[in-house]
């Protein structure tokens, strides 16, 4: 006999995620599908009907009937600013008004007003905001995300939002994997300095955040308004040599090079590419640069350019979707909202979506070994839909379809009845 601990049976819809199982989708559905875990990880993925008849539960084993229900992979946001301090619906009603992004920011709003909140905030409130927005994220089927700092500015600062990460992976199921992001904005001590702050950053900050092992990723807004290809060059660089991996904000306001600098660099993701250029698209193809899109800042922002998603599409590019969850330009929690308006503003259709947030997303973060796809080996990050089909999902927008989420084949949620 061989125990199992967990066994999910009778599903309408499988989507695997798998080249395994090629089937017109492209998202490797098995029809009454299930699945065996053990000790956290696949160890059986199959038809309801060849289950093998050895396998038993053992002690505190579970076995979930999801006839009519589809499951799949735990979705994966890939871009997120999870750890900040206050709100700034202010802006929002002056964009309403007329004022853009820039504008807003040159008069004092914008990520600096974060960067004050945030410096003003405690560990301890960062932490309970942080929770907060993580429990919201959980219900909507979210696993895995990364999250970046960037609203400290200082090393001090962005050493608490860093260790707010770290405490807060102790106690939530969500992963969390830590990007550090101090060249969000030149802070306003440094308006007149720029070049000291860049010291800093280079000389000061990677090296002690990648001593300390708090970060991951290291990241840049390369943008007019923020760091020059030069300069961003010089960062990603510098976190390479300290073993940070690198991603960047790229050619969202401004067509500005970003995406050929994220190919030049090795990148793992270029991120938001509202003005890609076409040598861009060819570059990060060639390279295997992920792309992450960011519709709800698109959609927030009220932009009237879009990132070109079917030409990257069409050209090979692994196209990811995340949140951009943060308080000026895209307040949401929501990963399956962000599904729709992929499909609605950028004309991907469902299955690309769904792609996009967990397979490419894992690809955006080198875990695609490990999540973002249902094979045997990979770790049991597991949803369960109240939904017809995979379509659906993106199609019926503004409610919660997860009934269950599992991490490691353990339920971590499940939607009140």
Wanted: aromatic share 6%.
């Amino acid at each position: 006999m061989t125990e199992i601990d967990l066994i999910i049976k009778n599903s309408r819809e499988l989507l695997t995620l798998s080249s395994s199982y090629r089937e017109e989708s492209g998202l490797g559905i098995i029809r009454n599908g299930a699945i065996a875990v053990k000790e956290g990880r696949i160890f059986w993925i199959g038809n309801t009907d060849e289950i093998p008849g050895d396998y038993v539960l053992g002690l505190g084993g579970r076995e979930i009937d999801a006839t009519g229900k589809v499951v799949m992979p735990g979705l994966i946001d890939s871009h997120t600013h999870l750890i900040f301090a206050g709100s700034r619906e202010n802006e929002f009603e002056q964009r309403i008004q007329g004022f853009s992004y820039l504008e807003i920011a040159g008069k004092g709003g914008g990520i600096l007003s974060t960067v004050e909140a945030t410096r003003k905030a405690s560990s301890d409130e960062l932490f309970f905001l942080g929770k907060r927005r993580l429990d919201r994220i959980l219900s909507k089927g979210v696993t895995t995300l990364e999250a970046k700092s960037g609203y400290g500015l200082s090393l001090h600062d962005e050493i608490k939002i860093l260790k707010t990460m770290r405490a807060l992976q102790e106690v939530h199921p969500v992963r969390i994997v830590p990007t550090f992001l101090g060249a969000h904005t030149i802070p306003r001590e440094f308006k007149h300095d720029r070049a000291h702050y860049i010291d800093l950053l280079t000389q000061e900050m990677i090296p002690r955040i990648a001593q300390e092992g708090l970060a991951e990723f290291c990241d840049v807004f390369c943008e007019e308004k923020a760091f020059t290809l030069v300069e961003s060059k010089k960062i990603l660089e510098t976190g390479i040599k300290y073993g940070l991996k690198p991603k960047i904000h790229a050619d969202q306001l401004n067509p500005g090079g970003g995406a050929e600098l994220a190919a030049e660099v090795g990148a793992f993701s270029a991120d938001h590419l509202e003005y890609v250029s076409r040598e861009g698209i060819k570059k990060i193809a060639e390279k295997k640069v992920t792309a992450v899109l960011l519709p709800g800042a698109s959609f927030f922002l009220c932009m009237k350019k879009y990132p070109p998603a079917r030409d990257m599409i069409e050209q090979g590019v692994a196209v990811s979707l995340a949140t951009d969850l943060n308080p000026g330009s895209s307040m949401t929690e929501s990963l399956p909202l962000m599904m729709t308006m992929g499909c609605t503003l950028y004309q991907m259709v469902p299955k690309e979506v769904i792609q996009g947030t967990t397979i490419h997303a894992a690809r955006s973060m080198g875990r695609e070994n490990e999540i973002g796809s249902l094979e045997v080996g990979k770790q049991a990050d597991i949803l369960c839909l109240d939904i017809p089909n995979y379509r659906y999902l993106p199609y019926h927008f503004g409610v919660d379809h997860t009934e269950i989420v599992m991490k490691k084949g353990r339920i971590v949620y499940q939607r009140p009845t």
